[in-house]
């Protein structure tokens, strides 16, 4: 019966035998309670003959794994101790070096076991490997397995755990008992028919052969079968937080079009792109609806976001609701109040700015117009969703360029009792496979296409050595009449030591190189008013060159500024660097990119600033950035309320990732309450496993 599958499957992992308490406390901290997180704790990675190499046949910066016995092992004293380990596999010998911790590797090992080192191989005499990955292989059969064909799993483990024993290969040794034991337990989880449809096995032989695979092809089939399952899951979830936001919630429907739409888009000193007039166009319809609009807008740094923003305000306006903009900088929103209130004033429409530092009087006065209605547009930054303010009546909220909070944000507002519209803004531009799991349940809209006459801004990436080059190249440049920013990184507000380094490098430049120059300073620690004086002022071109912390990174727009400089560039991640490149370039003068990088520099970041230098395209960057961060930094997955994948890559796996999507989007279509008797086993499951999170991520 089920209930029984269902009983052994959640008993503790302390059933099994040789583990005990000691051994599951140390489970219970990487996730693992029940028997059933054991069957899903799943090899890192397998090994087998192909990725053997013999310790005759090693080459230099070669990475790969020898299999060898212990031959010899001990601490050599020297100017700096190490832990030596030589691996003899009948055709030479490996020397494994470790440098910290000796007194640890020295208690490690024993002689005469055999053991799969993995790492890259360099000459220093003999070969050797550098603190390279270990795995024992002692158990009966696997130290022939070069022989047999064999493949081997790899468990992940942390140092508590092999404390306990539970290295790889103790992990091996429990999941033969757990798979052995209950891997007959577990009932199916996909519906027959489409497991045919996308020729996948079941989930018994699935999970076998995921820990135990007998040859490649099963373990090939096994992982497919079991990403599959992750995907279709998290897919399903989203496509009901999709659906429950459709159903359940009441939104307005914005009909009219009027004079002052009209109006704006006449006044606007520029013709919209298509792109901006089809996505418009969307969000037209979105609005017409009477479900809520959920929509992300996609458009690279400079693609004109703020007028598709304006006119989606506009909307709201016209229909008798007011509309808020939230930005996350006070720079960003005071630039974005500007901006509007020129525009819109000659329109009638009254704009008020809402931040954090405003003097109470103000602030009140401000509060209360919002309150009567008289305020129409709001701009602000998270202010606006603070419990002080009170709404007259709220239509349409946007948020720009906080991709990673929107979810959060609408929320927010949905405690307050407030249920707009919501169209979330961003020049991050998320890879399509992300867009469908993380924003599953979004709409999204893609600007592709940048207003005529864009220049690409020429970018190069130096060492500090050419710093005083750069710089004279910028002061010349300057006598032509351009303008430039040299941004200084401080990622936190807090840092202290990085702003005091922004504020020296500020004297230091305003009193020497740049003495006949007006040079100007922002940072996040400035009074709001200084702040809007600063950027005042390098706007009216009255200030020449503007040193600043990462606080302009988004949404400032100056076009006759065209010269970024990036000091330390190295520390900055690939969506910064391009959001603050994105802050030149944005008229029609030629402009320019000069990212300084202080060595040493890691590896991956020499390849952030050489894709900085090698496109300009937003979208190629953010692919690499998704490379190398993985999906899970990416974007903050924790944030969303969705579950961690434990064997799916939602880059690598994109063609399952459709497939499932589809698959799981049609069972919410045709089946909602799940209740055809194939899809049984996925209401099952479903229910079983995933109600939780879904009652989390039901803010979405
Ligand atoms: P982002 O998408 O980065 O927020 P902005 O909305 O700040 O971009 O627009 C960047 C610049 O391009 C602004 O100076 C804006 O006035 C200008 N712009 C926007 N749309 C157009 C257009 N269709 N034609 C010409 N310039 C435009
Ligand atoms: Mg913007």
């Not at 090994?47 to 020898?66: A, E, G, K, P």
């Not at 539970?166 to 052995?180: H, K, P, Q």
């Not at 006449?266 to 979105?286: G, M």
């Not at 944030?639 to 499932?660: F, M």
Request: charged content about 30%; aromatic content about 8%.
């Amino acid at each position: 019966m089920a209930s029984t599958h269902q009983q052994l499957l959640t008993t503790s992992v302390q059933f099994l035998k040789g583990i005990g308490e000691k051994r599951g406390d140390r489970l219970k901290e990487v996730g693992v309670e029940i028997i059933l997180d054991l069957l899903y704790y799943f090899p890192r990675r397998y090994l087998d003959r192909s990725h053997i190499t013999s310790i005759r046949d090693l080459q230099d910066d070669l990475s790969t794994t020898v299999v060898g016995r212990v031959q010899f092992f001990g601490i050599k004293k020297g100017k700096k101790s190490r832990f030596v380990l030589v691996l003899f596999d009948g055709t030479g010998y490996l020397n494994c070096v470790w440098f910290h911790r000796v007194q640890y590797w020295n208690k490690l090992f024993e002689k005469g076991e055999t053991l799969a080192m993995s790492g890259k191989v360099t000459r220093y005499g003999d070969y050797q490997m550098v603190h390279p990955e270990f795995d024992r292989l002692n158990d009966s059969g696997d130290e022939n397995f070069v022989n047999t064909g064999r493949i081997i799993p790899l468990y992940p483990s942390t140092e508590a755990l092999s404390k306990v024993g539970l290295d790889s290969r103790g992990f091996r040794r429990v999941l033969r008992e757990a798979v052995g034991g209950f891997a007959k337990e577990l009932s199916e989880t996909l519906p027959e028919s489409l497991r045919q449809r996308h020729r996948l096995s079941g989930l018994r032989p699935a999970i076998e052969d995921v820990h135990f695979p007998h040859d490649r092809k099963s373990l090939a089939a096994a992982r497919r079968r079991l990403k599959f399952d992750e995907l279709f899951y998290l897919e399903l979830m989203l496509a009901y937080r999709k659906r429950r936001v459709a159903v359940s919630q009441k939104g307005i429907e914005f009909s009219k079009v009027g004079d002052r739409t009209r109006k704006l888009i006449e006044f606007l000193p520029f013709e919209l792109t298509a792109a901006q007039k089809r996505v418009i166009r969307e969000i037209r319809d979105d609005m017409k609806k009477s479900t809520p609009m959920n929509r992300l807008v996609q458009g690279d740094v400079g693609s004109g976001k703020t007028v598709v923003a304006l006119v989606t305000m506009m909307m709201a306006l016209e229909n008798g609701y007011q509309a808020a903009l939230m930005v996350p900088t006070e720079i960003l929103a005071e630039q974005h109040f500007l901006t509007m209130h020129e525009l819109l004033e000659k329109i009638g429409v009254k704009v008020v700015l809402l931040v954090g530092g405003q003097p109470k009087k103000e602030r009140d006065a401000i509060l209360a117009a919002i309150k009567q209605g008289e305020a129409e547009i709001i701009v602000g930054t998270h202010a606006l969703i603070q419990e002080a303010v009170a709404y007259h009546r709220l239509g349409v909220a946007i948020i720009d360029e906080q991709h990673r909070f929107g979810v959060m944000q609408r929320a927010t507002l949905m405690e307050k009792g407030l249920s707009p519209d919501v169209l979330v803004m961003t020049a991050t531009p998320i890879p399509r496979t992300l867009s469908m799991t993380l924003y599953g349940d979004l709409d999204v809209s893609i600007i592709d296409e940048l207003p005529p006459g864009r220049k690409q801004v020429k970018t190069h990436w130096h060492s500090d050595k050419k710093r005083n080059r750069i710089y004279g190249f910028v002061k010349e440049q300057i006598e032509q009449g351009d303008q430039g920013y040299i941004v200084f990184p401080l990622i936190e507000e807090s840092e202290k030591t990085d702003l005091q380094a922004a504020i020296e490098n500020y004297e230091h430049l305003k009193s020497g190189l740049f003495k006949d120059y007006n040079v100007g300073l922002l940072h996040g620690r400035m009074k709001s008013d200084e702040k809007e004086l600063v950027m005042a002022q390098f706007k009216a071109g009255e200030i020449h060159i503007l040193v600043s912390t990462t606080v302009i990174e988004v949404g400032v727009d100056v076009p006759n500024a065209t010269i970024m400089i990036v000091e330390n560039a190295e520390r900055f991640g690939l969506p910064q660097l391009h959001q603050l490149r994105g802050r030149v370039g944005r008229g029609e003068k030629k402009s320019y990119c000069f990212l300084i990088a202080r060595y040493p520099i890691s590896t991956d970041a020499k390849l952030r600033l050489e894709t900085l230098v090698e496109t300009n395209d937003g979208f190629k960057i953010a692919e690499v950035d998704l490379r190398l961060r993985g999906p899970g930094e990416f974007f903050g997955t924790q944030q969303s309320g969705l579950p961690q994948l434990r064997i799916a890559d939602i880059v690598k796996d994109e063609e399952l990732l459709v497939a499932a999507r589809e698959e799981a989007f049609d069972i919410v279509m045709n089946d909602k309450h799940i209740l055809n008797v194939e899809n049984m086993p996925v209401r099952a499951h479903f229910f079983k496993n995933y109600r939780d999170k879904f009652e989390l991520a039901r803010v979405g």
